[in-house]
T-cell receptor, first 113, second 112 residues
Framework: NAGVTQTPKFQVLKTGQSMTLQCAQDMNHEYMSWYRQDPGMGLRLIHYSVGAGITDQGEVPNGYNVSRSTTEDFPLRLLSAAPSQTSVYFC????????????FGSGTRLTVV | QQPVQSPQAVILREGEDAVINCSSSKALYSVHWYRQKHGEAPVFLMILLKGGEQKGHEKISASFNEKKQQSSLYLTASQLSYSGTYFCGTEKPGGGADGLTFGKGTHLIIQP
């Protein structure tokens, strides 16, 4: 049981490049979400999904796309990287129902130069 | 809108107690608490669902005052392992399917 797996752990991009941050969970969790963490800002919600085929925008969705074709996978795509997207990105998942917390992946540290 | 956490930082000696507060201008459905150590992922501590609910986790407990729209995390007889940044996260009504809105965090440093 690996939990939530994020790849890559580190990435450097040039401005304008695109890439996909991978997130996979093996706990059969329906709810998944992406956050970015910047110094002094806490964690901010980018996109979330309540199940396969269903996604929606969070607090800071601009510049990012998501899709959810399976329960296990929830990739985050950066369309045209900008220096403002330099951040640590966390994927998280939880099971349905109340009284459950989120399990976070180990994060991807992204630098855009 | 982000919940507001206070204090922003606190330094304690091992064995001392700490209280971290989380308040919101919006009605709260529930409150999550997480701890994050430097360079690691946030780890779930507990969730409080009802106004007035209190929960405990070893020497860490929390309360949720729905009327005041705030929650407090209590760390008693703190240990070195309690060091880290604590975040509260709030859910909208509906059960948390649409993610959490986190506060900016409280940095807790425990000194021997």
């Amino acid at each position: 049981n690996a939990g939530v797996t994020q790849t890559p752990k580190f990435q450097v991009l040039k401005t304008g490049q695109s890439m996909t941050l991978q997130c996979a969970q093996d706990m059969n969790h329906e709810y998944m979400s992406w956050y970015r963490q910047d110094p002094g800002m806490g964690l901010r919600l980018i996109h979330y999904s309540v199940g396969a085929g269903i996604t929606d925008q969070g607090e800071v969705p601009n510049g990012y796309n998501v899709s959810r074709s399976t329960t296990e996978d929830f990739p985050l795509r950066l369309l045209s990287a900008a220096p403002s997207q330099t951040s640590v990105y966390f994927c998280a998942s939880r099971r349905t129902g109340t009284n459950y917390g989120y399990t976070f992946g180990s994060g991807t540290r992204l630098t855009v130069v | 809108q982000q919940p507001v956490q206070s204090p922003q930082a606190v330094i304690l000696r091992e064995g001392e107690d700490a209280v971290i507060n989380c308040s919101s201008s919006k009605a709260l459905y529930s409150v999550h608490w997480y701890r994050q150590k430097h360079g690691e992922a946030p780890v779930f501590l507990m969730i409080l669902l009802k106004g007035g609910e209190q929960k405990g986790h070893e020497k860490i407990s929390a309360s949720f005052n729905e009327k005041k729209q705030q929650s407090s995390l209590y760390l008693t007889a703190s240990q070195l392992s309690y060091s880290g940044t604590y975040f509260c996260g709030t859910e909208k009504p509906g059960g948390g399917a649409d993610g959490l809105t986190f506060g900016k965090g409280t940095h807790l440093i425990i000194q021997p």
